[in-house]
């Protein structure tokens, strides 16, 4: 099985090449990725706890699905992907903002992404992949901020960082 490979980035997210995806993270080269966050008709986010299994920040409550795309990938398809891939369902997506940060992992990685924010709405049930998802719940985000700022430990650096994003207030959410 052929390595996954990344689109590498400047830092105003011009394409710069291909680079392979563990690669990049042990190096912290920068590289595109998205965050998708899914609001039901409530107003309340969908989070999910990430599997224990995945290569880096399992078991930390994140956003609802998040990833990179592929070389040749539009980053709205590659965000409908892992929507499905993670969550077991699709719905619309808007891009609401994009932002830039740098984090060193405790597994020797590094995350350095352009991140391409989108937000969408679903009212249903999500069916998750268990070996991304080990669970998933809905949270207004008045008690996520809350519950960041109490326990930000329990959560990926990437939600952490994006729901700090002053963007958020043009949002009607």
């Known amino acids: 099985m052929a390595a996954e490979q990344l689109i590498l980035v400047d830092a105003e997210d011009r394409e710069l090449g291909v680079g ?5 993270h042990l190096m912290g080269t920068l590289h595109r990725a998205f965050s998708i966050f899914v609001f039901d008709s409530q107003g ?6 990430r599997a224990l299994t995945k290569y880096h920040s399992g078991g930390l409550w994140s956003n609802t699905a998040c990833g990179h795309p592929r070389p040749g990938e539009s980053t709205i398809s590659a965000a409908h992907r892992r929507l499905r891939e993670e969550m077991g369902f699709d719905c619309d997506l808007g891009f609401a903002f994009g932002f ?3 984090a060193e992992l405790n597994n020797r ?3 350095h992404e352009y991140d391409h924010v989108f937000v969408g709405s679903f009212d249903g ?3 998750p992949e268990l070996s991304e998802v080990q669970a998933w719940r809905w949270i207004p985000m008045t008690d996520l901020r809350t519950e960041l700022r109490e326990h930000p430990e329990k959560y990926s650096y990437w939600l952490r960082t ?7 207030e043009c949002l009607t959410r």
Do not use: G, M, N
């Open 20 to 24: 392979d995806k563990l690669q990049a």
């Open 44 to 49: 309340r986010l969908l989070i999910q706890k």
């Open 100 to 102: 830039l940060y740098r």
């Open 109 to 111: 990685l590094i995350e």
């Open 125 to 127: 049930e999500p069916a």
């Open 162 to 168: 994006a729901v700090d994003k002053k963007e958020w």
